[in-house]
């Protein structure tokens, strides 16, 4: 194992978000000298759990690994708990034993249920003692599954690609925040023929996939495009905005995709709310604690004068995932 290929690899990682233990995990298997290989982790987001395979390649000329590409799916049933894994059970050929694949990605999860031809169970556990069933099949023929896991069951999350270089692209944050349907502000794009923009980036999820099966990428281009953060926050009262270091952490937060918590005042009393940055609209999106959206008028500083959404002047550019490095 090249060692300073290890070291870069690492750091790669590190400032793509992704954490300590899977870096532990690649360096386990650069040691193995495997000459591929997938790691896989969970994340929960605000509308599920959200699945992540990267993949690492040995090159053809020497012993060193490539991080090219990651995939992100968005499985909006309910999350796995900690400790908890996709259990599919079935009967093995020792009378009274169980055979027991456990999965942490409940595509692949389904896959495998899926595939038996006899009889299964697809459940969610700790282990087959401690399980929730969620379908069953008898003689290759699936007899039940779960009502409030059958859309998942029967539209598994797709994957969308997400391509980096030498630890440049998406974070893993980032690209979370893109699959949830929020944009994420870049500062570090290139153009095809190598010239430098910033833009806010947002997934086409109402629109078709691609021949690759992945969402195109819409594209705000900052400034033409119209949008100006700071502009936007300041029509509204938000406390956080009164202290600069916090306003500085919110705009970081909102170009990274997320959806900070913010103070705002309603009914005479000061309540939390979740925010997101709307730039196809030049606008803020807000939510209760429960994921309910809230009228962001009646947190206007001038009610009066901002009552009507305000659109961009600019266009909107649609670029393909691909080029998202």
């Known amino acids: 194992m090249n060692l300073n290929n290890l070291e870069n690899l690492k750091s790669e990682m590190k400032a793509l978000g992704f954490s300590k233990e899977l870096q532990e995990k690649m360096e386990e298997n650069m040691k193995a000298n495997l000459p591929e290989f997938i790691l896989k982790d969970q994340i929960n987001g605000h509308k599920g759990q959200i699945d992540l395979n990267l993949y690492f ?63 299964a169970e697809l459940a969610v556990g700790k282990d087959v003692a401690h399980k929730t069933k969620l379908a069953t099949m008898e003689e290759g023929k699936i007899n039940y599954v779960d009502k409030d896991f059958g859309r998942t069951f029967r539209n598994p999350p797709l994957p969308q690609t997400i391509w980096v270089e030498r630890g440049k692209g998406f974070t893993a944050s980032q690209s979370v925040n893109l699959v949830e349907g929020r944009a994420v502000y870049r500062e570090d794009m290139l153009t095809q023929g190598g010239l430098p923009y910033k833009a806010w980036m947002k997934l086409d999820l109402d629109g078709p996939r691609d021949r690759h099966m992945n969402f195109n990428m819409n594209q705000y281009h900052d400034p ?99 080029l998202g490095v």
Request: net charge positive.
């Open 57 to 119: 390649k040995q090159s053809g000329q020497s012993e060193n690994y490539y991080l090219n590409k990651y995939d992100v799916a968005l499985n909006e049933g309910k999350p796995l708990e900690s400790g908890q894994k996709y259990l599919v059970i079935s009967p093995s050929d020792t009378p009274g034993k169980n055979n027991v694949f456990k999965r942490e990605n409940v595509a692949e999860a389904i896959e495998v249920f899926k595939k038996h031809t006899g009889n």
């Open 224 to 322: 033409s495009y119209g949008f100006n953060l700071k502009e936007v926050l300041d029509k509204f009262n938000i406390k956080e905005l009164e202290n600069p270091k916090e306003r500085e952490k919110l705009e970081a937060q909102l170009k990274n995709g997320d959806r900070p918590l913010i103070t705002v005042e309603k009914n005479g009393e000061q309540v939390k709310l979740q925010v997101e940055a709307v730039p196809r609209y030049s606008q803020l999106n807000m939510f209760a604690a429960n994921g309910r959206a809230e009228k962001r008028e009646q947190f206007l500083k001038e009610p009066a004068l901002n009552n009507a959404v305000t659109k961009s002047k600019g266009k909107e550019v649609s670029a393909s995932q691909g």
